[in-house]
């Protein structure tokens, strides 16, 4: 199974390693020398249990630039990207998770799009009716600080 990973921050790049001890993994990202570290199996995340399996274990993981790359042909795409909230607003930011839809949606539009990027309450539904699809789904990000691919 071909599953992608839109962003590898704190959370992109725990799932995408768990992910890849069993399935091929493609981690796309926007900044370079993240996906250059990545691929050479450093950590950009300063986590040592992060560190740890991608210089330990066998991880079927690759990063990459490319949103066609990382969406052709995937199975999944799970999104995880920042959605920065404004306390002025009282608003997050959800921009980056619009524009990876839109991506997908161009390049890969039956595949099943899992958010786990914070998002306000309706946006999942709102989304759904948009882009016409009902392959969206929301599952919470809940990682344990300074722990995120421990086992629990």
Known sequence: MKIAIAGTGYVGLSIAVLLAQHHEVVALDIVSAKVDMINKRISPIHEA??????????????????????????????????????????HFNTGSVEAVIQDVMAINSQVVMVIKSTIPVGFVEKARQQYSTTNLLFSPEFLREGHPIQVV
């Open 49 to 90: 249990e992060l560190q740890d399996y991608l210089q330990n274990k066998p991880l079927n993981l690759r990063a990459t630039l490319s949103k066609e790359e990382a969406y052709t042909g995937a199975d999944f795409v799970i999104i995880a990207t920042p959605t920065d909230y404004d306390p002025v607003t009282n």
